[in-house]
């Protein structure tokens, strides 16, 4: 892997760096909070026009098919303007799409959702918000050539705005040979069901939603029958190295704003920067970012490589959750009583931060993938021996 960008690559970031700063302020962000919807829709028009929802489909259906570290690229943008686009929500779903879906169901939406014309979302947590196959308990049953959902999931992302909703089901009992798990793309104003919407931390769209008797066409299953973990856990783990490139492009700029703000506030005669304790936590704020700019866009090469890649993204988003959290909170304390107001822009970014780093697993839930992979495979990795030749 190379750590550096190729010129492309660095084209792709500066031109959105310069599209969200001309077009998404603040205050676009302060409106969207209260808006129903929770986006812009002149702004997503403008995004697709760009490309962006498509960036990383594939070609045959009007998408870019450059590979996702293109997309985490846009997506850091995005995190670093908090623009208030449903993109994340979208082009994870839409990727499972891609990946898993029948070829009517790609040939139906995938142009559509490059077009700006669709909005996707999905849904995995429950009451048990663990990424655990075990804590699925809605169920979708068998009933002629439907399938009768029952069951509430939690935190879906843009319910509201989406058209359709990638959502796993219990379809059996699990055994030794399967989850018991089916993905099922439904349609967001079916009968049945009813949305809530949740106040989060960082004031996004954020739903609980009901399916109560919600008849589907069979033609609406993603994937094998009983068989759709494994889909959804690479829905998951794409979903999470993006919210990791998201989060830190929100902390960098975070952390930027409090870098300007110690050169220019005085205390004792000299600006609070001067002071070795205040760069000693800007110069560790700025290594914790560069750190998980490197695990997360190595998880994403290997993503694109075709590489086993579940353990690096563990590992980014276990260290994004820590790093970018405390460089956040370090930038409120630079700033003193002030970055503690709801009124300054900064707070804008620390809810964010905070809230992401709370969603598609916490730091205990990806160490303890990683610990699974190091200790629970004898003979694969033996922990403080070399490897053998």
């Not at 990946?99 to 996707?120: F, N, Y």
């Not at 190295?241 to 930027?256: F, H, K, N, T, Y």
């Not at 990795?381 to 030749?389: D, E, F, K, N, T």
Request: glycine share 8%; charged share 20%; hydrophobic share 45%.
């Amino acid at each position: 892997m190379d750590v550096l960008l190729t010129e492309e690559q660095e084209m792709v970031r500066d031109s959105a760096r310069s599209f969200l700063g001309a077009e998404c302020t603040p205050a676009l962000v302060r409106r969207m909070e209260a808006d129903p919807l929770g986006y812009d829709p002149g702004l997503w028009a403008k995004a697709a026009e760009l490309g962006w929802p498509g960036i990383s489909l594939p070609e045959a259906y009007g998408g870019s098919g450059l590979p996702l570290v293109y997309l985490g690229l846009i997506l850091q943008e995005a995190g670093r303007a908090l623009a208030p686009l449903p993109l994340h929500s979208t082009v994870t779903a839409a990727l499972t799409l891609a990946e898993a879906g029948s070829a009517a169901q790609r040939q139906a939406l995938l142009p559509d959702v490059v077009a700006g014309r669709t909005i996707l979302t999905w849904a995995f947590a429950e009451a048990d918000a663990r990424q655990d196959p075990a804590a699925i308990r809605m169920t979708a049953r068998a009933e002629g050539d439907s399938f009768v959902l029952d069951g509430t999931k939690m935190f879906v992302d843009n319910f509201r705005a989406a058209q359709f909703c990638l959502v796993v089901c219990r379809t059996a009992p699990a055994s030794a040979a399967t989850t018991g798990l089916s993905l099922f793309l439904v349609d967001t104003a079916a009968a049945g069901i009813t949305e809530t919407p949740l106040v989060t931390t960082a004031k996004d769209r954020q739903s609980e939603v009901a399916f109560r008797d919600v008849r589907i066409p069979a033609s609406s299953l993603l994937g094998p029958l009983h068989q759709g973990w494994p889909i959804a856990e690479r829905m998951l783990d794409r979903g999470c190295i993006l919210l990791s490139a998201q989060m830190l492009g929100a902390a960098r700029r975070d952390v930027e704003m409090a870098v300007e703000y110690s050169k220019m506030r005085e205390a004792f005669g000299q600006p609070i920067g001067a002071f070795q304790s205040i760069q000693h936590m800007c110069a560790d704020m700025i290594i914790g970012i560069d750190g998980g700019d490197l695990l997360t866009f190595e998880a994403l090469w290997k993503m694109d490589e075709g590489l086993p890649f579940q353990v690096e993204v563990s590992q980014a988003k276990a260290f994004c959750n820590e790093k970018c959290l405390a460089a956040v909170r370090n930038a409120q304390i630079i700033h003193g009583g002030i970055g503690f107001m709801m009124d300054l822009d900064l707070h804008l970014w620390y809810r964010r931060v905070a809230a992401w780093s709370m969603r598609l697993g916490t730091t205990h839930e990806h160490r303890a993938r990683v610990a699974a992979a190091l200790i629970d495979h004898p003979g694969q990795v033996i922990l403080g021996r070399p490897l053998p030749a």
